[in-house]
């Protein structure tokens, strides 16, 4: 958000934590990771893309695969991404667009879906408003289109309260990334028993509450 590294309180643009310069932070990532996820924050409360000039830096200066989401909801947006370097595009609300995400999908490779949740809702257009729609019903769906979800407990994120224990197994052989509420490497494991597929690691990261290099270490 404003070309800086931060993070928000369950989403809140009024409770946000800078954490400085995202280059230097992805640079150092890059020792122990070769994809990093980011968001688009003022793309995501805008609904256009604002900050690809620093997204374009951070894969030219680090070699880092990225998913990028965050205000990606017109084609144009995301062939924009997708000509920087960007791996894997992240769609939320423009999803549910189903005309667009066939164009999309038939155009472009690695479409990822993120399905926001909060308390068995989804949420839609940066987590502003419910959508009328099931998880379970908008998954059955979603699934003709891409294979890659990525599964966030919005009441979590940014909380480092831990991941949610009520988390039941919705879908088959999809590849379902999780995010909210990573805060130690036990999370990793719930995560994994689960049968996510992966995690996304941030807050925890720059508090310094989970070691990239200790899980690596692990692996």
């Known amino acids: 958000m404003n070309k800086k590294a931060v993070r928000l309180f369950k989403g809140s643009k009024n409770e946000i934590k800078e954490y400085g310069d995202p280059i230097e932070i992805a640079r150092e990532f890059s020792k122990y990771v070769d994809l990093i996820h980011i968001v688009d924050l003022d793309g995501a409360f805008e609904g256009s893309v604002k900050n690809l000039d620093v997204v374009k830096q951070i894969i030219k200066k680090t070699g880092l695969k990225v998913e990028l ?40 490779n690695n479409i990822t879906i993120s399905l926001d949740v909060e308390s068995g809702t989804l949420k839609t257009k940066g987590w502003l408003e419910n959508s009328l729609i099931t998880l379970e019903d ?23 309260e831990g991941v949610s224990l009520n988390i039941k197994r919705f879908w088959q052989d999809e590849e379902i990334i999780y995010a909210g509420g990573v805060s130690k490497k036990e999370d990793l494991k719930k995560l994994e ?9 941030g807050k925890a990261l720059y508090e310094g509450k989970i070691n990239l290099q200790e899980l690596r270490g692990e692996r």
């Open 69 to 108: 989401g965050g205000g990606l909801r017109t084609f144009e947006n995301i062939k924009n991404a997708y000509e920087i370097g960007v791996t894997y595009v992240i769609i939320g609300t423009a999803a549910f667009n189903l005309e667009f995400l066939e164009k999309v999908t038939s155009a472009f």
């Open 138 to 160: 908008a998954f059955s769906i979603f699934k003709k289109y891409t294979n890659r979800f990525i599964y966030t407990d919005t009441s979590k994120d940014g909380t480092l």
């Open 193 to 201: 028993n689960i049968g996510f597929d992966g995690a996304i690691i």
